[in-house]
């Protein structure tokens, strides 16, 4: 692989010489014989060499750079391989950075020896004259070409110890004689590393990476370099410090390869890339030993099981999952070894067949590092189980004479692996009788004798251990006594079946008569009878489909020596009806409630039938009781009465209870109804909703609750306890009181900062469409001003003859009924209002008067008199005479004569009438003035 190319950019090719108007010398082609420099592409390149200036030259270069400062410079990579050292401006982004082949890093170690390697070189006449540099597209990166004039090496040496070599190539019949064009001083060569592969164990999770740059740059220069390090790839996690700087930290790495790209911006604009692989390895673990456990370390089973199943399973080691299991043979009985079995390298062995003996096994646990652990497993197997037999003879048996023979039974006798062998012996007893079968389970004896036997039973199983039992016979000598018998009691009954017992017995018997038989006869019984017998040759008799009347039933019982007695029992059936008994009433106990509860129950389930059962229940509230309250359910024909909607007083309910045939008893209970306690109906209010029984909700309830208790100054609603629950107006009515203990809450109280929230109060509830209608008091405590009484239901005061309410009291203010006003009063109060009215108006119009008159006078004393109207054509004189002035009192006729004329309606019209008589005589006023008059 080439160290250096040349890539050629996107738009223009790096190094351009145009080829003369002559031969070409060289041009840069790529050619599938002989490339002259060829470079793989890679994601960033480490040093680039460009030249603008080289455009301009006709020559051909040829770079050689010593092999061992490369390697030195970018030395091989463990984790992943060196790069291609390339050389060539880059453009566009930093490309990614693959990893090195091992081929790569082989040829890379086997050039190092090498003292310099050529990079460029021209080739011959022969080959191809066209040759590509760069990376494996079509497009040329570079074409070099040197004039024909001759051919000129220029070396260049380089801080790394590499030169540069610049040679001119005659072309092919040129002049040597030729000048030598001017050499241009080549670009600035570098290699920017970011250093050598590094590898670090947890815990430690920080590596600092530094940036190489050979040659080192001028002091001046070392600020132009941008640096920006990132990760291409690796697991998660991880950050870069500084990544924009010559030296980096990465820290909080994790276990996993990293694969860093660093890229390098020069102050020429050039653009250097590497790479470099950072591998984090796992916290070196210290090995442990694994457990060998196994499920159970001691086995004892008991033949015939000879399996056992051993479990190692649960061994275990804290690092290695991966773990062997060998099961050794220790100890081992003759018979199946363990080498016999398939699966003694799993961690479950199973043993089956095994003999009777103790076995021993070792399991050896080992993990892939080679440690084990042990542990020991003791098996023992029992031999077979075998119980000894257990012997039964039977129970003892009691004969009597003439009866001469026995059965004995010996098959009550068990073993758990099987009796072999029966034995009976004879151990006690008068001689003479006879036995057979006294090898099998049964023994049967004959012709036995009056006394006593004792038989023995001997019982042997497969194992050869017995068991004995012993059995004993009484034969009784012959009793020529009949026995004794009892039918029974007679007895009378309305049932139409009955079961009858009898009793026989012998003297010399405790057990009764074990050799008599036995009959029932029916010797008597009423006309037309269809009773049925069954059971008449036990000692018990059923009789059913029985008839009124008399019935009569003998029992017999003879002994096996022909000797019989007899009994007789009478049965007397009735009819029910003759015998029923009535009933027994009873209602139960008084009850006593305190208002405001109105509920209450009397309980009649007390009520009995000695005879019979009661069919009929019936409540009855007498006349003396009073009328509200309602029975619930229809359970006035029931065994509890119900009642509700009680009011104060005292109601009586009698209890008839009847029976099947018509007979019956009563009983009287009583229900008091106290009226509240004075305490609780002054705590007692009352929140009718806007909202049907049927539709109110406990959700709802609850909102309205919350909303009260806040309302009065509660965050919790179980300060506001629910009285109870009314529907009977179709509306709901909450009772309610307030539950505080430091802070007395009366129904008024409550009830006025309730109405004061009330708006609020239906703003809280209307998520729930719940309105509050009404909130008061649940008893009525309006004392009405003593003067009426409260009517319970609507809260209003009903007055007493000659009184009546204060309308402004009950719709103003607190709005509260009442009876404040005597109606005497109020007549009076109205006949006063209507007087003083008069007199007020009858003030009014005096003083209106007054004040007319005091304004005739003010105009009047405005003016000092009236001249005398006088005829135009007459001497004569005519006067009006002037009126006094009117008095303080203004009375106008109270005239002085001292004060100034005022003319009243009177004088008006006197004077009018004397001027109009000096007009008619041909007067007329004086000065060509009207006469002025005021009323």
């Known amino acids: 692989t080439p160290i250096v190319t040349a890539e050629q950019t996107s738009a223009t090719p790096i190094v351009t010489a145009e080829q003369t108007s002559a031969t070409p010398i060289v041009t840069a082609e790529q050619t599938s014989a002989t490339p002259i420099v060829t470079a793989e592409q890679t994601s960033g390149p480490l040093a680039e060499a460009t030249s603008a200036e080289a455009q301009s030259t006709p020559i051909a270069t040829t770079l050689s750079v010593s092999q061992s400062t490369v390697s030195s410079m970018s030395p091989s990579k463990s984790a992943v391989p060196s790069q291609a050292v390339t050389s060539h401006p880059v453009t566009g982004p930093a490309q990614e950075n693959p990893t090195r082949s091992p081929d790569q890093q082989q040829q890379k170690s086997s050039n190092s020896s090498d003292a310099s390697k050529t990079i460029a070189t021209v080739p011959s006449e022969s080959e191809a004259s066209t040759t590509t540099v760069g990376p494996t597209s079509t497009q040329p990166l ?53 250093g050598k592969d590094r590898v670090i164990t947890l815990p430690e999770n920080t590596v600092t990476v530094f940036t190489t740059i050979i040659p080192h740059p001028q002091s001046e220069d070392e600020n132009k370099f941008e640096y920006e390090w990132m990760f291409v790839s690796g697991p998660n996690g991880g950050q870069i410090d500084n990544p924009h700087s010559s030296s980096a930290v990465l820290s909080e790495l994790v276990v996993g390869v990293y694969q860093v790209h660093l890229k390098v911006k020069g102050p020429d604009s050039r653009v250097y890339q590497d790479g470099i692989n950072i591998t984090v390895l796992p916290v070196p673990r210290v090995n442990v030993p694994p457990k060998a456990i196994v499920n159970h370390p001691s086995f004892t089973v008991q033949y015939p099981e000879s399996s056992v199943v051993l479990d190692a399973s649960q061994s275990h080691d804290e690092y290695d999952t991966t773990l062997t299991y060998r099961w050794i043979e220790v100890s081992w009985p003759i018979g199946r070894h363990l080498k016999d079995y398939d699966d003694t390298d799993r961690s479950v062995l199973k ?8 076995y021993e096994l070792k399991l050896i646990v080992s993990d892939s590092d080679g440690a084990e652990d042990s542990a020991l497993v003791n098996i023992t197997v029992l031999p077979e189980r075998d119980d000894p037999p257990v012997a039964h003879a039977g129970e003892p048996q009691v004969i009597q004479l003439p009866a001469s023979s026995v059965w004995l039974n010996g098959n009550g006798s068990s073993d758990d692996k099987g009796i072999v062998s029966y034995i009976w012996k004879k151990l006690k007893g008068p001689a003479g009788n ?64 009955i079961d009858l017992v009898a009793r026989a017995w012998m003297e010399e018997e405790e057990n009764g008569c074990l050799e008599c038989t036995y009959r029932w006869v029916k010797s008597s019984a009423p006309v037309n009878d269809k009773s049925r017998l069954f059971g008449n040759t036990t000692l018990t008799l059923h009789v059913d489909q029985m008839i009124a009347g008399q019935y009569v039933f003998t029992f017999t019982a003879a002994s096996s020596q022909g000797k019989s007695a007899s009994s007789s029992v009478t049965l007397t059936i009735q009819n029910a009806a003759d015998v029923d008994k009535p009933p027994t009433a009873n209602a139960g106990s008084d009850v006593t409630i305190r208002l405001p509860n109105h509920m209450a129950m009397l309980d009649g389930s007390q009520s009995t039938d000695s005879d019979d059962e009661i069919s009929r229940w019936r409540w009855t509230r007498l006349t003396t009781s009073p009328a509200v309250g309602d029975i619930a359910n229809g359970s006035d024909h029931a065994s509890a009465l119900k009642l509700s909607n009680l009011v104060e007083g005292t109601y009586t309910f009698m209890l008839k209870v009847s029976d099947t045939f018509g007979k019956a008893s009563t009983d009287l209970a009583m229900v008091h109804v106290l009226p509240a306690a004075e305490s609780l109906r002054e705590s007692l209010f009352e929140i009718e909703i806007k909202e049907s029984a049927s539709e109110f909700t406990e959700n709802e309830k609850n ?78 405590l309006n004392n009405c001003s003593y003067h009426g009484e409260c009517e319970p239901l609507s809260k209003q005061c009903i007055c007493d003859t000659l009184w009546m309410q204060n309308p402004f009291r009950a719709h103003f203010g607190q709005k509260v009924s009442n009876c404040d006003w005597n109606l005497l009063y109020v ?3 109205n006949m006063a209002m209507l007087a003083a009215t008069v007199g007020l108006c009858y003030c009014c119009f005096r003083i209106y008067g007054r004040c007319t008159v005091n304004r005739i006078k003010l105009r009047a004393r405005g003016q000092k008199g009236y001249a005398v109207l006088k005829k135009a054509n007459s001497d004569e004189d005519t006067s009006i005479p002037m009126l006094p002035k009117v008095s303080g009192r203004g009375d106008i006729n109270d005239i002085s004569d001292s004060e100034d004329l005022l003319f009243d309606t009177s004088s008006m019209m006197k004077a009018n009438s004397r001027l109009k008589t000096s007009a008619s005589n041909g007067h007329h006023p004086a000065n060509g003035k009207a006469l002025r008059s005021s009323t």
């Not at 043993?351 to 103790?358: E, F, I, N, Y």
């Open 703 to 780: 909102i309205l609750l919350n909303s009260v208790a806040n309302a009065l100054g509660y965050a919790a609603s179980s300060a506001v306890d629910v009285y109870a629950i009314d529907s009977r107006l179709g509306r709901v009515t909450i009772v309610l009181r307030v539950m505080d203990a430091k802070e007395d809450w009366s129904a008024l109280a409550a009830v006025k900062q309730l109405r004061k929230s009330q708006q609020m109060l239906n703003l809280d509830v209307k998520e729930s469409s719940v309105t509050v209608e009404r909130i008061n008091t649940y008893y009525c």
């Open 351 to 358: 043993l089956h067949d095994l003999k009777v003996g103790d």
């Open 827 to 829: 007549a009076m109060v």
């Open 434 to 497: 006879d036995q057979s079968g006294s090898s099998t389970p049964y023994l049967h004896l004959t012709n036995l004798v009056a006394g006593d036997y004792v038989f023995e039973l001997t019982v042997t199983d497969k194992s050869d251990q017995k068991a004995v039992k012993t059995v004993s016979v009484l034969v009784k000598p012959a009793n020529d006594k009949p026995p004794h018998v009892d039918a029974g009691n007679d007895m009378s009954s309305v049932a139409r079946s």
């Open 142 to 194: 570079s074409t070099v070409g040197v004039s024909s004039s001759s051919a000129t090496t220029v070396s260049v040496t380089t801080t790394l110890n590499a030169s540069l070599h610049v040679t001119t190539v005659p072309a092919a019949g040129a002049t040597t004689g030729a000048a030598l064009p001017t050499v241009p001083q080549p670009a600035v060569i570098r290699v920017i590393t970011a």
